[in-house]
């Protein structure tokens, strides 16, 4: 995909992407609980990246350790996959907890 196609380019974007389909919603219970959702769901994102990103960061370094044996990762490379792990969990809950909010917009009238 081109960056010209691209449809989020900046987050004033997003941010009335986000604000445009809240008010799609017909009872505002249900725009409340889907902002909430926006919401929990970019946190959770944000947590999956964030672990993924070390143990990515890790496993470089575990690689010198050719060059360093004396760094002891192995410990840390589990703790950070187990945390990297619950991350993927809540994000996929966080999105699935998402798309039930949505199924409640009728999507037909788009």
């Given amino acids: 995909m081109e960056p010209s196609e691209l449809r989020f380019k900046d987050s004033a974007v997003a941010r009335a992407y986000i604000s445009n389909l809240a008010y799609k919603f017909d009872e505002p219970e249900h725009m409340v609980e889907f902002l909430h959702a926006c919401d929990i769901a970019q946190a959770a994102l944000t947590h999956w990246l964030?672990?993924?990103?070390?143990?990515y960061r890790l496993q470089r370094?575990?690689?010198?350790?050719?060059?360093?044996?004396?760094?002891?990762?192995?410990?840390?490379?589990?703790?950070?996959?187990?945390?990297?792990?619950?991350?993927?969990?809540?994000?996929?809950?966080?999105?699935?907890?998402?798309?039930?909010?949505?199924g409640k917009l009728d999507l037909y009238h788009f």
């Fill in 50 to 55: 964030f672990h993924e990103c070390l143990y």
């Fill in 61 to 102: 370094t575990l690689k010198m350790k050719e060059t360093h044996p004396e760094m002891n990762l192995q410990a840390e490379m589990e703790d950070v996959w187990n945390k990297y792990s619950q991350a993927s969990e809540e994000f996929q809950l966080a999105k699935e907890r998402l798309q039930r909010i949505v």
